[in-house]
Nanobody
């Protein structure tokens, strides 16, 4: 069974840090471009960060640039999202997603291109 499982969410004060993990089972992330998305109450799911299958290419939504870092450990079949300087507007359910990639450098910010999704982990930032 193909599965992505996020963990590491929780309640944090403004300015704090959290590291989200996305562990895969039933698929090899080495062959996948990965993304993190988030969805706040009443809002659409939005792109947060993406990384190519070799980790050499990354992209971020402007609102998290300089604060969040996406990374991956293919040996552990896991992708991470390090979130620093958290703000109340970062409060959302965070989802990781995967899409098989034919090249080392491909990644996408387009939600529709991802076809494997985790169940999400809640991040709440208090002011």
């Amino acid at each position: 069974q193909v599965q992505l499982v996020e963990s590491g969410g929780g309640l944090m004060q403004t300015g704090g840090s959290l590291r989200l993990s996305c562990a895969a089972s039933g698929l090899t992330l080495t062959w996948c471009a990965m993304g993190w998305f988030r969805q706040a109450p009443g809002k659409e799911r939005e792109f947060v960060a993406a990384i190519s299958r070799n980790g050499g290419s990354t992209d971020y939504v402007d609102s998290v640039k300089g604060r969040f870092t996406i990374s991956r450990d293919n040996a552990k079949n896991t992708v991470y999202l390090q979130m620093n300087s958290l703000k109340p507007e970062d409060t959302a359910v965070y989802y990781c997603a995967a899409v098989y990639s034919g090249t080392d450098t491909y990644y996408t910010t387009n939600r529709a291109e991802y076809n494997i999704w985790g169940q999400g982990t809640q991040v709440t930032v208090s002011s």
